[in-house]
């Protein structure tokens, strides 16, 4: 692939272009050495000073580091990782690190939820919350939230400013959002979602939707949570041999709390379970 | 946000734009209604001849569906769903299923790896495997991997058209892959990306990433997976009271196969541990 030598645009502009999109689509990954400038004169079809000018242009930019004698290579990206295999929400996982998360509320008022809303919580009678979340004043993503209204009487936007929607559950109402099934899709930005996250339309963006369950087992919310492509990966621990022994909360038939769980046997058993299987 | 009168665009073009980017950015869910003939004549200052021809625009696209005498909806996609907490490969997570997924390999040599790629494994003395999967003819995802070249010599590109890595790396040559991180990202794809996956480049693409270690804990591969957005959705099952007990294949200080597994003994302890915990 060469430059358009008849176009409008500086050659040095269609190289940083060219190199520009290759590393924002990851094809040359954060640490990656950039190819030598005779690799990139060979096949540009440029001369060096071109190459240097377009480097340097990619290095104003903050999408690679120059180093004296050593390969140029792409810059580590300023981004937030989130941990998707826990119910946890984005607030705690934050403030466990040490790293404040404001919130805006954009809107909190009864509306009727989509079908797949609908559908997990069991009921049309739904309250839609829509925040920002921001993080050194530049947003990190845009949350819309569907939860049953019964569940949530009286609740207030002024509650949730630069506060956790798990914790208020849990403090304010006794609901602990405990599990759930996601889904992550990349999806473009649209006009309303590149407006309030400071993006591109068209860009992409990370999507994070699901439904989250109480310690009941009862349906609490279902959410949509666009982020920030540029600042946010989710990690995730894979395994073709993890069994997972969930620890509930149980009750018994008439709803009561359950009586103390014997933990020493529990580790007893754990232990004697590790040894037998090796 | 209404419609542009003095451009050169029709109305009804301007307003299907308008809507298609919001299916398309998921802010209209799949399933959701589309808002009322009035209340798109409203939001846009338009005619309702004009809504109604936006409309049938996105119907004659498969975005939305209309029924008769009831609501316009979003129409769900038509996507593959990847559960991405197993590190079973994609080949067998399809094959599963009965769907049969292709690959073409479009290089397989001997290369340099990225620092990710090289810190993961702990070598420099890589193959490079670039792989296009197709259901249907259409391409899903591009896969980049990195093996260690020692330990899969002989490996040729023939070996892995329309064939699992996974499979062949177990029965050719001993290795099975268990467990590592991933990372996930949205990333906009570049020229050779969208040539690739029949994309537009700009266009988003749902990035997995990561390393996989083998059944002795050695790094086995490392790779990049860049799938199609519109195609490919991930699962992931969410807790924040889930405990893992990693049931590995051991070994001994010699590197001997472990002896037979008591899994009675076993399944025993854990119908116990779940006696216990309730």
Same mark, same amino acid.
């Given at each position: 692939m060469g430059v358009d030598r008849r176009g409008s645009r500086p050659l040095h502009q269609q190289v940083a272009q060219a190199l520009r999109q290759e590393i924002l689509g990851h094809d040359l990954p954060p640490g990656a050495a950039l190819p030598s400038e005779a690799a990139l004169c060979e096949r540009f079809g440029v001369a060096r000073s071109v190459v240097r000018q377009a480097v340097a242009g990619l290095a104003a930019d903050g999408l690679v580091i120059r180093r004296q004698g050593r390969p140029t290579v792409v810059a580590p990206p300023a981004e937030y990782r989130r941990l998707v295999q826990r119910a946890t929400g984005l607030f705690e996982q934050f403030? %466990? /690190?040490?790293?404040?998360? #404001?919130? *805006? &509320?954009?809107?909190?008022?009864p509306a009727e939820p989509p079908a797949p809303a609908r559908a997990f919580l069991g009921t049309a009678d739904?309250?839609?919350?829509?925040r920002v979340r921001l993080v050194d004043g530049d947003p990190l993503s845009y949350v819309r939230t569907w939860l049953p209204a019964e569940r949530v009487p009286g609740l207030r936007p002024e509650d949730l400013t630069d506060a956790s929607l798990h914790q208020l559950?849990?403090?304010?109402?006794?609901?602990?959002?405990? %599990?759930?099934r996601r889904q992550v899709r990349a999806v473009a930005a649209d006009d309303m979602l590149a407006e309030a996250l400071h993006t591109e339309p068209g860009g992409p963006l990370l999507l994070l939707e699901g439904?989250? *369950?109480?310690? $009941?087992?009862?349906?609490?919310?279902?959410?949509?949570?666009?982020? /920030?492509? $540029? %600042? &946010?990966?989710?990690? @995730? =621990?894979?395994? =073709?041999? &993890?069994? *997972?022994? #969930? @620890? $509930?909360?149980? %009750? =018994?038939?008439?709803?009561?709390?359950?009586?103390? &769980? =014997?933990?020493a046997r529990a580790r007893d058993l754990v232990a004697e379970l590790g040894r037998v299987l090796g």
């Open positions: 403030a %466990r /690190r040490g790293q404040e998360l #404001r919130t *805006t &509320v954009r809107r909190l008022c739904t309250l839609q919350l829509e559950l849990t403090t304010a109402y006794g609901l602990r959002p405990v %599990r759930g439904g989250t *369950t109480d310690q $009941d087992d009862r349906p609490l919310e279902w959410f949509t949570a666009w982020h /920030r492509a $540029d %600042r &946010v990966v989710f990690d @995730i =621990d894979v395994s =073709d041999t &993890v069994e *997972t022994v #969930r @620890i $509930d909360a149980p %009750r =018994d038939e008439a709803g009561e709390p359950p009586g103390p &769980v =014997d933990l």
